[in-house]
């Protein structure tokens, strides 16, 4: 059990509803999510397995490390884990972002107040969805895109919409804005590890 406390309420607390977020978000990836198996290491978090994601609600404040990201790695393949999804109290810094951009297929970072609620369920959200590989051919081929990250919007790794579904650089998002007019329009951005390069 978690006993840090936080400003509000403790960990151990949020721990839960924080695990339920994650699964309902699994469940919108396709992901299996029923079944939560606990796994035990020394690594300071407490981890979870849904399928072949492992869930790392972070006991100390944050990552502070590349030896951290390196264990979670490590952690995450010796359990036969394919995406590690870190939860940490405290936001990261901008050189630990940094440093998780070029992990970006393999570990997803949240702080912990980004899984409070299910965020597409908002009524300011579009909805967003990966396109499949054959979307993502046609997609390309009737717009003529030979290169997505310059012919294309970007979204990047990190933005709170790509991280909730999963988005890994390299692929293409619909985002589907809703108009009073118009309807429905989509919009398609090139996922990146980073937009600012």
């Known amino acids: 059990m ?7 309420k403790t960990i151990e ?8 977020v994650i699964q309902i978000m699994l469940r919108q990836r396709g992901i299996p999510s029923d079944v939560v198996e606990d796994i035990e290491s020394e690594f300071q978090a407490t981890i979870h397995k849904i399928s072949n994601v492992l869930v790392f609600i972070m006991n100390r404040s944050r990552i502070s490390s590349e030896k951290d990201i390196r264990s979670i790695v490590s952690i995450m393949d010796a359990n036969g884990g394919t995406l590690s999804i870190v939860v940490v109290p405290v936001k990261p810094s901008e050189t630990v972002r940094s440093l998780l951009r070029q992990y970006s297929d393999k570990i997803q970072l949240f702080h912990i107040g980004q899984l409070q609620f299910d965020i597409t369920t908002h009524r300011k959200v579009p909805s967003h969805r990966i396109l499949s590989t054959d979307e993502k051919k046609t997609f390309q081929e009737k717009f003529h895109i030979q290169t997505p990250a310059t012919q294309m919007p970007l979204i990047d790794s990190q933005d709170p919409m790509a991280l909730w579904i999963g988005a890994i650089p390299g692929d293409i998002v619909e985002v589907m804005r809703r108009s009073e007019t118009a309807g429905g329009t989509p919009y398609y951005r090139f996922c990146v590890a980073d937009v600012t390069l």
């Open 13 to 20: 607390h949020t721990t839960m509803s924080t695990l339920d």
């Open 2 to 8: 978690i006993k840090w406390i936080t400003k509000f």
